[in-house]
């Protein structure tokens, strides 16, 4: 029993106790409730299978219901993606609904409230009612439109719903409280006059309610039970309640609002906003792009509905927010297809191999295993001929050591095939390699029970048969932004941080037991990653999507990046002990090669901070990030800046002084930052420090002359 408590994530401890303390679990019910304006993402898929789950537990009904309270940016094309995404991954809704199915009720609610004084038609602008409702420290005061009688709120609001009045002329507000603390309590916004169509209601409504008064109005009229939103929604529990306690009958159920902290992965950005920037913009192909965070771009990339659902799973239901690594969604795709997708061989990078011993015209058929993790998968038959196509990384003229493939004079293993020994090359007049010839071991094809089949080599590659090969179409996706965190940055459009490599198309030669593929079959191209046929594939054109590699590229780019800030701040201690300036210079120049290398900004933008202290080794290596890498002074918050300025100017050493001095002459933005330090440049100026050299005396004057 006690395991099992330790199981419950917090929401279903609520219920449990609920439940204890005496609610019929026949009356629990969920709902899901999206707002028609973009297509479902990652995160919507946390709260999705959180809901759902929830119904699946306790054996309740769970609906959706669509919050279509603002045809403004609402479409139908929505709508219909928003189910297929449930559909897809598994859920399957108790009733469908709509906020616009109650829009009669919930007028009429408003109504109710206006002949009981707890509702009013302000018709000051947005400006003047934002002035009116005060700061988060300072109260608001009462609008001149607050005490209306009942009988001029009666008619303007039913002018407001008869199209009398253009938009932004008249809203209607809650008359709560404009002194409460909580700023949503402040005379709320409950209906807007907005003369647009709306994809079900058509143009019968010229006034839409807010989505405040109709969410919880909704639960209450489907008797939900529990209502489960994400913790932007903390604040707003005071006004659902407020609203309920306009309308509640003590004979029905009263719904309860629960907070959860919503899914934040790195390199991705979960705003729909500005998802729906990169469709406009036409960065991406559109919604579905495999790049995007949706999750009908995740399924066209190949993802499963397993795999989603065992990532939300794992991350689990908390009340902090916290950011979750997309290494770990990619894990659990990764261990989803290991276990079910194919294996197959295609080459994506080609060079033509000869194999000059291998009888001219022979053709063999060989036995592949379609699955090592499935003994039910069974085998396939693969063509071998004298001419075949490896992936042109896979071979050196030269070995370096550890090289375990293809070279000139040693041998590997073709998979499935014979051993093969490197002999000679053609390479054209520029001196590229168009073919290798090699020789094979005619005793060692794999499973024949030979001596030689049984003999270790040091790799083992994938390749094609020339004549069989069937050319295709391959888009290798990468993640869409370089940083991992592209929208968290004040200084910086999440637009800068596109990753200019997200998706290189390519021609790959594949294996002929792919001729017959479909639409969202999935694959291994062995020891490349995970493949799935994209939907733009035609009879004549097979296209590959690239779903996932086989190993986490991203989290070795992110350790080598941190190990390469390592190794240069280790670096920095010797530029203060070489002798001479060439030393240096060429100490500086591999450190800033470095860091022009690394496109992690978050990375050096921590890095950078976390070195402004006292230590001149730190400090130098600041004023390097600052000079070489690609984060810039107007990146970096005044306050940061100057800190590094006055360390830097107050140092001991002349080396940092003059980094220092050398980014205030040559940075053309910088003139607020030279006044917040131009006492300490004048002090060095006028009494200069025991360790100053001519050169520090030379970029001194050059600093001064920018005043």
């Known amino acids: 029993m006690a395991t099992e408590e330790k199981s419950l994530n917090f929401i279903e401890q609520i219920i449990e106790e609920n439940l204890a303390n005496g609610f019929p679990q026949d009356q629990l019910r969920f709902r899901f409730p999206p707002e028609p304006n973009g297509y479902l993402h990652i995160g919507h898929a946390k709260s999705i299978c959180l809901q759902f789950g929830l119904g699946l537990r306790y054996n309740a009904p769970v609906n959706l219901r669509f919050d279509d309270t603002n045809p403004a940016k609402e479409e139908q094309e929505y709508v219909d993606a928003i189910k297929e995404d449930l559909q897809w991954l598994g859920f399957q809704w108790a009733e469908e609904h709509y906020a616009s199915d109650y829009f009669q009720q919930l007028y009429d609610w408003a109504v109710k409230m206006i002949k009981d004084g707890k509702a009013y038609v302000d018709s000051q602008s947005s400006e003047d009612m934002a002035t009116q409702k005060g700061t988060p420290t300072e109260p608001g005061v009462d609008g001149p439109y607050r005490n209306r009688s009942v009988e001029e709120n009666l008619s303007l609001f039913e002018g407001m719903k008869m199209g009398d009045f253009p938009e932004g002329s008249h809203v209607l507000r809650a008359k709560i409280d404009m002194s409460s603390t909580n700023m949503l309590m402040r005379d709320p916004l409950i209906y807007r006059v907005l003369h647009r169509h709306h994809h079900r209601t058509g143009n019968d409504w010229k006034i839409y309610p807010m989505y405040d008064f109709a969410h ?98 794992n991350i689990g239901v908390a009340k902090r927010e916290n950011i979750i690594d997309f290494s770990l969604l990619e894990f659990c795709l990764r261990d989803d297809l290991n276990k079910t997708a194919p294996r197959v061989m295609a080459v994506l990078d080609p060079v033509k191999v000869v194999i000059t011993n291998y009888p001219e015209g022979n053709v063999e058929l060989l036995d592949a295993e379609n699955n090592q993790e499935d003994e039910t998968a069974g085998f396939r038959k693969v063509p071998f001929s004298r001419e075949i ?60 029970g030979s001596e030689a089949s049984q003999r270790k080599v040091a790799g083992t590659l994938h390749w094609v048969s020339i004549a069989h090969a069937i050319p295709a179409e391959v888009r290798l996706y990468d993640r869409l932004f370089i940083d991992e965190a592209p929208d968290s940055h004040k200084e910086k459009n999440f637009l800068d941080f596109m990753n ?64 390469s800030i390592n190794n240069s701040l280790k670096e920095i201690n010797k530029y203060f002990k070489v002798a001479t300036k060439p030393e240096r210079l060429a100490i500086e ?70 980094k220092a001095l050398l980014n205030l002459r040559d940075f053309q933005d910088h003139s607020e930052i030279i006044n917040l330090v ?30």
């Open 500 to 563: 200019a490599n997200s998706l290189n198309v390519t021609t790959a030669y594949l294996e002929p037991s792919l001729a017959t593929v479909k639409i969202g079959d999935q694959f291994q191209f062995q020891r490349l990653g995970y493949f799935a046929v994209d939907k733009d594939s035609t009879s004549s054109k097979l296209v590959f999507n690239k779903t996932v590699g086989l190993k986490d590229a991203w989290e070795e780019k992110g350790k080598k990046e941190i190990n």
């Open 589 to 658: 120049t591999a450190i800033g090669e470095t860091l022009a290398g690394i496109s992690n900004y978050s990375l050096l933008q921590n890095s950078f901070a976390k070195n402004i202290n006292n230590n001149k080794a730190s400090l130098l290596f600041s004023n390097l990030i600052l000079k070489y890498a690609n984060l810039k002074p107007k990146d970096i918050d005044n306050e940061i800046l100057s800190k590094l300025y006055l360390m830097s100017l107050r140092s001991e050493s002349t080396f940092v002084r003059c």
């Open 389 to 448: 196509y490896i992936e042109r990384e896979d071979f050196l003229e030269v070995a370096p050591p550890k090289f375990f493939r293809l070279s000139l004079g040693n041998e590997v293993r073709l998979k499935n095939s014979y051993i093969i020994k490197g002999e000679s090359v053609i390479k054209d007049e520029l001196g590229n390699i168009t073919e290798i010839h090699v020789t094979y071991d005619e005793d060692s094809r794999s499973g024949s």
């Open 216 to 313: 919880g109005e909704s639960d209450y009229i489907e008797q939900v039970s529990h209502s489960i939103c994400t913790l932007e929604f903390v604040m707003h529990r005071e006004l659902y309640n407020w609203f309920l306690d306009q309308i509640y009958d003590d004979t029905k159920v009263r719904p309860h609002q629960y907070e959860f902290a919503r899914l934040n992965l790195n390199y991705t950005v979960m705003s729909k906003r500005k998802l729906l920037q990169l469709v406009q913009d036409k960065i991406v192909v559109g919604w579905d792009d495999p790049r995007m965070p949706t999750i009908s771009g995740l399924r066209r990339r190949g993802y499963t509905p397993n795999s989603i659902r065992r990532f939300c799973e």
């Open 678 to 707: 131009k006492d300490d440049i004048l002090k060095l100026k006028s009494n200069p420090l025991k360790s100053s050299t001519e050169r520090e005396a030379e970029i001194l004057e050059q600093v001064i002359n920018k005043f």
